[in-house]
C-alpha cells in the first residue's frame, strides 16, 4: 500500500521551488518530488521504501524547511 507524506504550510504560506527528499539514515537518496501550490499531499508506492528508519526534508529556495523521521514497518 502507498505510504501518504501530508505536507503543512510553513508559516501560512507555500515556498515556491520546494521539494521533499528522502533519504536512509546512511544518506543515500531514495525519493524526491517538486512540489505544485495544489500538493498538501506527497503519495509515495511503498516499492520504493523497503522496512527501515528514513529521513524526510523539505527543501525550499534552497534552504532546509524540516526535517522528520520517517519509520516504515510492513
Sequence with gaps: ???????NDINGEFIK??????????GQHVFSQQLK????????????LVEGV?????????NLLETHK???RK
Aim: no cysteine; aromatic share 4%.
Design 54 to 62: 528514513y529521513i524526510v526534508k523539505l527543501i525550499g529556495d534552497g
Design 17 to 26: 521551488n520546494s521539494t521533499v527528499e528522502v533519504y536512509t539514515v546512511s
Design 70 to 72: 520517517l519509520l516504515i
Design 37 to 48: 501550490e495544489s500538493d498538501k499531499q506527497i503519495i509515495i508506492q511503498s516499492t520504493v
Design 1 to 7: 500500500s502507498p505510504i501518504t507524506i501530508t505536507l
